[in-house]
């Protein structure tokens, strides 16, 4: 700490080792210095401070005496910094001002630099080919800080440390490129403060939800999304009413979302791909009785199975269709399997599921009292299914059995999957599959289908990986989709699309009325026109909102109120339009790059499925389907 300081300094890394690049005096001769590299967090006021938060800082051991490798040339592009001691100064602890003033802080010592993580654009790490690995630290006004050279190892730690207080994603371009995002929490303190809808605390908040960005926005931007929807006045019956939202804040840790690429060190810029025009894409009528029936042969198979799927994309079905093909999107039941087959199926799983039942229906109190997980589970879902849709009229009024069902499915979930168990958010997946089925043992099944054949359980797995994974991809998508957008989106430190999480994580329950989500989710289900068409809808929904919140000159608070608002405000029809006009955009263009292909299935068309090897059914155009529907080319 430095003398008659208000500044709180903790060193939460430090390695040394570490060598620096520099020139000396009038001598153009390369010379490595030794140092110690560190990342130091700080906290409080100082007069040489310009702000608080954490700093990279390298101090030198001594001033080297030997000649730079030329193994590498890579890091030679990037222009160094010659530091120079201040003439005023008698010694070397003389507080000096390097020549980036503006982006790094002042500190001792000739030679010796601190900048701040918030600071920082980008980070290159060397190849894997040298003798030892170096990073490149550079600012966001383009100026490159010194490599910085690990002879003793240590970068890929210092980096895993970085990691906890910004967010960083590769760069699909150029492997070694890591993007740096400060995670903003004044931001979202000011936001979660001036909404003063909160029970908790901001702090509280924000410190949850840099911890765990995806059950921090189910358990606070729900409450932000209700009190918007209530604000506006939307009808009656709309939506759920606040004592009906789940807290949704399981304690899970470890997450580290790391997103946001910054222009110009990202994806592609938009003049390096260029899209064509995106096509105008209708929508068909559901799938009817009669269609469905001339798909099956005459013991119940199903026949075109790529064709069923396509059809079910384009148009969805028919209300009186829905229990029991919905049976077959989710795994329950083989494509290929004969009606003589799914009945002797039936019950086979019927047994299944009442032997799971048997097991947490058995526990005595005395066996609870030492089974912690089971307590702990039950009354988290205990008070979920006192929260879930009980404005819907399946689920509505005192002592409504169905919920009683509801309880026992999320239970018997927790024995079917002991490693899952139950996290809060799934009574959002199952209300709408027990309304369709209204019948326990098929509901279960078929929420066993979507968490494990359809992988939606990667959503709540405890290092949230596929939550990760998602929003990489969601990033990369709009950086080449709407790039003015985005470029908006990181002047207003919006880029993060935190405000995505909750679309993902439980596939925009809570963004749509029952029947509109009934209707999506059965769209998504048939994975067409590609994996994570999801994601498309996402960027097909931003696409909507994007004129009024540049219009307006949204900053980070009306950007976050104004999505949170878009609830039960969305067309269901509308998204599904352009999310496919989106798909056909990018299948249509040539340069596009391989990152972004694989993301949209381009690179895997045919695909194994079902229980018949299903192909991708990616393509664009579809004969006439049914009684006379039009054809879409």
């Not at 003793?152 to 980096?159: E, H, I």
């Not at 993902?504 to 029947?515: A, G, N, V």
């Amino acid at each position: 700490m430095m003398a008659n300081s208000e500044v709180l300094s903790e060193v939460v890394f430090q390695q040394s080792g570490v060598f620096i690049h520099t020139t000396h005096g009038e001598s153009e001769d390369d010379v490595l210095l030794e140092g110690r590299v560190q990342l130091v967090k700080k906290d409080g006021t100082h007069m040489l401070l310009q702000k608080r938060g954490e700093y990279v800082e390298w101090v030198p051991i001594r001033e080297g005496g030997f000649s730079l490798p030329q193994q590498d040339q890579d890091w030679t592009m990037v222009n160094t910094v010659t530091y120079q001691k201040d003439h005023q100064s008698s010694d070397d602890n003389v507080v000096v001002n390097p020549p980036t003033a503006g982006a790094a802080a002042p500190r001792r010592n000739k030679y010796a630099m601190s900048y701040s993580l918030s600071d920082v654009k980008t980070i290159r790490r060397s190849k894997q080919n040298l003798g030892w690995s170096y990073l490149v630290f550079i600012l966001k006004d383009n100026v490159a800080m010194p490599p910085l050279h690990f002879h003793d190892g240590g970068s890929a730690a210092f980096v895993h440390v970085i990691e906890k207080y910004v967010m960083l994603t590769k760069s699909p371009n150029d492997s070694r490129l890591y993007i740096v995002t400060p995670n903003d929490t004044d931001a979202l303190s000011r936001s979660f403060n001036e909404l003063q809808i909160l029970r908790e605390t901001s702090s509280h908040v924000v410190s949850q939800f840099m911890k765990d960005p995806v059950s921090a926005t189910m358990g606070g931007f729900s409450k932000v999304t209700n009190f918007f929807k209530d604000a506006i006045l939307l009808p009656i019956n709309t939506h759920r009413p606040s004592d009906e939202y789940a807290d949704l804040m399981p304690d899970l840790e470890g997450l580290s979302v790391n997103l946001q690429a910054e222009q110009g060190y990202g994806l592609v810029s938009q003049s390096q791909i260029r899209l064509g025009e995106r096509p105008n894409v209708e929508r068909l009528n559901p799938m009817t009785e009669a269609e469905w029936m001339r798909f099956q042969d005459k013991e119940g198979r199903i026949n075109k199975v790529d064709e069923v799927l396509l059809r079910i994309f384009r148009g969805g079905l028919a209300p009186s269709l829905r229990k029991e093909v919905w049976k077959f999107l989710l795994r329950y039941y083989p494509w290929n399997s004969t009606r003589a087959e799914r009945q002797a199926l039936r019950r086979k799983k019927e047994d299944e599921y009442f032997c799971m039942k048997a097991q947490w229906k058995t526990v005595t109190e005395e066996q609870e009292s030492r089974f912690s997980m089971l307590r702990d589970r039950k009354s988290i879902i205990d008070k979920d299914v006192l929260r879930t849709d009980r404005i819907h009229p399946y689920f509505e009024g005192e002592s409504n059995p169905h919920l009683d069902t509801l309880y026992s499915i999320l239970m018997t979930y927790c024995m079917y999957n002991f490693d899952l168990g139950y996290v809060q958010g799934m009574s959002d997946l199952l209300s709408p599959m027990l309304i369709i089925m209204d019948d326990e043992v098929e509901a279960f099944w078929c929420l066993c289908g979507l968490m494990d054949d359809l992988q939606l359980c990667m959503n709540f797995d405890m290092e949230q990986e596929g939550m990760k994974r998602q929003l990489i991809q969601l990033n990369s998508l709009l950086q080449v989709i709407e790039p003015k957008f985005y470029s908006y989106l990181q002047s207003k430190e919006s880029s993060n699309l935190y405000f995505c999480f909750r679309w993902l994580l439980i596939h925009f329950k809570r963004e749509f009325t029952i029947d509109d989500i009934i209707r999506l989710w059965e769209v998504i289900w048939t994975q067409l026109p590609c994996k994570n068409f999801h994601l498309l809808l996402c960027v097909a929904i931003l696409n909507g909102e994007k004129d009024i919140m540049e219009r307006d000159d949204y900053d980070f608070n009306d950007i976050l109120k104004h999505i949170n608002e878009l609830a039960m405000q969305i067309s269901v029809e509308d998204i599904l339009k352009k999310a496919e006009g989106i798909h056909l955009q990018l299948t249509n263009c040539d340069e596009l790059p391989s990152m972004m292909r694989e993301i949209i299935g381009l690179e895997d068309r045919n695909r194994g499925g079902g229980d018949e090897g299903r192909s991708d059914c990616s393509d664009s155009s579809i004969e006439v389907l049914g009684d006379g529907d039009p054809s879409i080319q």
